[in-house]
């Protein structure tokens, strides 16, 4: 008896021993995994801060707060609070353009219209498929809206003389200039020029920024860029610009010089004509900005000035018979017909289009902004770019760091 006793005596011992050693090894003694907190006003600072001991990679940077420098303490905001501008992005696609246009929208979501969820008109000459339907409206945070072009707009001008819009064809084919033999660019083109603003979609709109398939944006943009425009009276801004290929153009400085004498009462009085020729406005030097990006001005557009520029260009059938591009179009007509006060250069807006790249010049605003462009990929002060007369025209220093650039 007194041995089953000393023997109970010991389990009890024995079970005591085990509980209090669970409780020990549950108490403070082992630390446990916590995140560390971001949300406090000061920058990260390792000292006081619980530490990492799940992951010793996680505790190394909290000691050296130079690696970790991301200090933006809040995620901000979903969705910026305020006022929207009347706004919308536009992008001309065709089906087989989805998965390109798809990327473009990541890109304009994430670094800019996830917090604004402006709406997205697509124009196309056929209709829009389901498919492409379905895949740009899950993408785009804003509403969006699919347009039909009518025929007249995609089509040969009845004064065009087809013969002679062929033999141009062919022979640009030879030169094999780029898009020489194409139709269809044509057809863009003239579009792009006359018509897009038009659409019954952009009637609902005054501002718009065009987007094209394959682009990419590689900063941060923490603020409303049409709020911006508005507020500084800009009407037409860009990123790149650059020198035109001379085949594709050749008499389409005589068409605006023609339309200048016809209508001196829209040119504008303090314009840009320096930033399109070197001799007063005699010869065309062939810079203009780069219009797959634009942000800008419709009712700008759709004002006469330009509607009389547009139909000037076009009865003189250089779309046809040449193969002059939106981008010079909509450049002569921004330099000359606006005050030059109402373009913009967005040094802020890291760009992509093959093959060129906008990165913003200034490390700090790189930084700032989360940008990952390389700098060396800049194309602003490179020799075939025309930012640099920008500058010069509108005697504005150019951003800090340029000169490393060059
Ligand atoms: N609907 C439609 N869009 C077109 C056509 N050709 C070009 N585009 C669009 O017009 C814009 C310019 O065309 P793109 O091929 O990018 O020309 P590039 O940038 O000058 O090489 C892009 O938004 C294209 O998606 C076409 O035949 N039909
Ligand atoms: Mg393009």
Redesign the pocket.
């Known amino acids: 008896m007194a041995g089953t006793q000393r023997y109970m005596r010991y389990i009890v011992f024995a079970l005591i021993a085990l509980i209090l050693l669970f409780f020990i090894s549950s108490s403070s003694s082992v630390p446990s995994a916590q995140w560390p907190n971001y949300t406090s006003e000061t920058p990260a600072d390792p000292v006081g801060k619980p530490e990492l001991a799940t992951a010793s990679g996680a505790k190394d940077q909290l000691a050296q707060p130079t690696t970790s420098p991301n200090d933006a303490k809040t995620l901000p905001p979903a969705v910026v609070s305020g006022d929207r501008m009347n706004a919308t992005f536009v992008?001309?696609?065709?089906n087989q353009?989805v998965w390109?246009?798809a990327k473009s929208i990541r890109h304009v979501e994430d670094r800019f219209n996830r917090k604004f969820n402006y709406d997205w008109v697509f124009?196309?000459?056929?209709e829009f498929s389901d498919e492409f339907k379905k895949v740009t409206t899950a993408l785009v945070s804003g509403k969006t809206k699919y347009g039909l072009?009518p025929k007249e707009h995609?089509s040969f001008p009845d004064f065009i003389d087809q013969d002679r819009a062929a033999k141009v064809r062919d022979e640009m084919k030879e030169k094999k200039i780029?898009?020489g033999d194409s139709i269809?660019?044509r057809?863009?083109?003239r579009y792009?020029s006359g018509f897009f603003f038009r659409h019954p979609l952009m009637l609902d709109y005054e501002w718009y920024w065009?987007?094209?398939?394959?682009i990419e944006l590689y900063c941060d943009i923490n603020y409303d860029t049409f709020k911006f425009m508005a507020e500084k009276k800009k009407k037409y801004s860009f990123v790149i610009s650059l020198y035109e290929y001379v085949e594709t153009i050749p008499t389409l400085w005589d068409a605006v010089k023609n339309f200048t004498t016809a209508h001196p009462e829209h040119i504008a009085k303090d314009n840009s004509m320096k930033f399109l020729s070197d001799d007063g406005g005699e010869t065309y030097n062939h810079c203009h900005f780069w219009s797959?990006f634009e942000i800008g001005n419709l009712n700008w557009l759709r004002s006469k000035a330009y509607i009389d520029y547009f139909e000037s260009l076009d009865h003189a059938g250089g779309f046809f018979y040449e193969r002059w591009?939106d981008?010079p179009v909509h450049s002569i007509a921004a330099a000359l017909m606006l005050q030059k006060e109402e373009l913009h250069f967005f040094n802020d807006i890291a760009y992509y289009?093959?093959p060129f790249t906008h990165c913003p010049t200034g490390e700090q605003y790189r930084l700032d902004h989360k940008c990952h462009c390389n700098p060396s990929d800049n194309f602003d002060w490179n020799g075939y770019s025309c930012t640099n007369r920008f500058f010069e025209l509108n005697d504005i220093a150019k951003p800090e760091g340029y000169e490393k650039e060059q």
């Open positions: 992008t001309l696609a065709r353009d390109e246009i124009l196309n000459d056929a072009i995609w780029i898009y269809s660019y057809h863009m083109c792009e065009r987007v094209e398939p394959s797959n591009g981008a289009h093959v």
